[in-house]
């Protein structure tokens, strides 16, 4: 994957007032630095001028301390207390999210065991794949995926293996997943999916493009699972989490590295990715995280067929305003957003004048 030295972030294209740590933010924003990004990392941190509250606060809202203490080590330039901090807060993370990996174990060998074929998403997944550490990536929750009409036996055996369902107080059933409690006497929660979509995001993946092309493979610490290895499976994995981002306006950074991660792999048919995303009308939805990607993170993908412009080429005047849109989630302690900027954000996702109408619908009668 081509990459520039630094992310190539403005002062004010975020509506950051500490660029300098937000550039710094964003370059450790990936598994790995080159010796050139490593260089430019250590000028931007040195001391005295680094304000390490803002940096570490924000990190620890992007889902990115794991990382920051990857990139961070050995730096003699970084105050002590701050590498006790990062040191202490990845042990903590690390405290809560292996034994969460290890209920999702459970739970898919206890399907496995049952026959219904499930998928570990999201979570411990992504963070051992495109990180190369389950404690590198921090996540709340671990995530599995069931086609639809296995939904109500994996549920009643996962209840038989010590995974009771969840209600949560005043919640309505929902229409795609379900939370069954992971750890007894723990919030953590494992969500099992048997659809990629909200009902109310309007639009919809076919569950069995991502089983298509799974295999037996090792993962979670050494367990087998099913995971996607090969077409269709792995241009689904990347809709999939297109339609969480979308769903969560991006506000963590981590889910655009996620994407970033995944495209630098090697292992995308750009041409695949391109007719399943324009099948599902997600070309826009698919094109944002690459051009955010690009922008923020420098990280453009070698292959031209994996590049946001191939998808949908944003207008610039409208990147601006979704960067900065996005930017209040990343770098500041209180986004304030009006109804009609997120409609305006949302409805810019979709395609296809009945989309927008029913998102209009959808959002009034909210």
């Known amino acids: 994957m081509a990459t520039a030295t630094d992310p190539p972030i403005a002062p004010g294209a975020t509506g ?13 924003a990936r598994p790995r630095l080159d010796p050139a990004q490593a260089a430019h990392l250590h000028g931007l941190l040195a001391p005295p001028a680094t304000d390490w509250p803002w940096f570490l606060h924000h990190a620890a809202r992007n889902a990115l301390t794991p990382l920051l203490a990857r990139h961070l080590d050995g730096i003699d330039a970084i105050p002590r207390d701050v590498a006790e901090r990062l040191a202490s807060d990845t042990r903590r993370l690390s405290a809560r999210t292996l034994p969460l990996t290890a209920a999702l174990r459970k739970a898919l060998a206890a399907l496995d065991a049952a026959s ?6 999201k ?3 992504l963070a051992e794949r495109l ?9 709340r929750d671990a995530d599995l995926i069931v086609r639809p009409d296995d939904r109500e036996r994996a549920l009643a055996v996962l209840k038989e293996n010590g995974f009771p369902l969840v209600i949560e107080d005043n919640a309505t059933p929902s229409a795609y997943n379900a939370k069954v409690q992971a750890i007894p006497g723990r919030p953590e929660r494992l969500e099992i999916h048997w659809a990629i979509a909200s009902p ?14 799974t295999a037996p493979t090792t993962a979670l610490g050494g367990a087998t699972v099913l995971a996607p290895r090969q077409s269709p499976s792995l241009e689904a994995e990347v809709l999939a989490l297109c339609i969480h981002g979308e769903r969560h306006a991006w506000h963590r950074i981590i889910w655009v590295a996620d994407i970033a991660a995944l495209l630098a792999r090697g292992e995308i048919d750009g041409a695949r990715l391109l007719a399943m995303a324009e099948e599902r009308g997600l070309r826009r939805m698919t094109a944002l995280p690459m051009a ?16 946001s412009q191939a998808f949908h080429p944003w207008p610039k005047r409208q990147l601006d305003w979704i960067v900065a849109y996005i930017g209040r ?19 810019g996702q979709r395609e296809g004048a009945g989309r927008r109408r029913w998102i209009l619908a959808n959002l009034r009668g909210a």
């Open 329 to 347: 989630y990343w770098f500041h302690e209180h986004p304030h957003r009006g109804r009609w900027s997120s409609w305006r954000f949302h409805l």
């Open 123 to 125: 979570g411990p997944w």
């Open 131 to 139: 990180y190369g550490d389950l404690g590198a990536r921090p996540y």
């Open 16 to 28: 950051t007032e500490r660029p300098r740590e937000a550039t710094a933010l964003l370059l450790c």
């Open 292 to 307: 955010l990607a690009e922008r923020l993170l420098g990280a453009v993908p070698d292959n031209p067929a994996l590049r």
């Open 200 to 213: 109310r995001q309007a639009v919809s993946l076919p569950v069995d493009w991502l089983f298509e092309g």
């Open 116 to 121: 219904i074929p499930a998928l570990p998403y």
